[in-house]
């Protein structure tokens, strides 16, 4: 049971660290856009090409091997599937009929500022 609890936490916690590091940096590179869009993403991709165990093994062999140090390898290394989903959930988000309405409208896009 405690094995159980241990794992659990671990999973837990290497969950939350890679969708709040995914989350960000998939938001920015999708509201960004353009040349820093490009850029983020070939990281993302040339991170995906490394084997992810592989990788994983060898910090948790090099490191201590606490709870909190086998989550924060396992969640630093996990965010680039999340960050790619929601890179693209923003791109789509952009070009939404109410997006464009509201631009129409005056609304300020997220890279200006709205302030005179």
Known sequence: MIGGQTSLQ???LAALIATVIGTL???IAGLAGGVVDAVMMRIV???MSIPFLFV???LATKFS???LTLALILGVFS???PARLVRGEVLTLRVRDYVLASR???ASSPGSS???
């Open 10 to 12: 671990i999973g837990l």
């Open 25 to 27: 940096y998939g938001a």
């Open 65 to 67: 091997t606490s709870m």
């Open 45 to 47: 991709d040339v991170l």
């Open 79 to 81: 965010w680039l599937v």
């Open 114 to 116: 709205s302030r005179t």
């Open 56 to 58: 994983v093994l060898i």
């Open 104 to 106: 129409a409208m005056g």
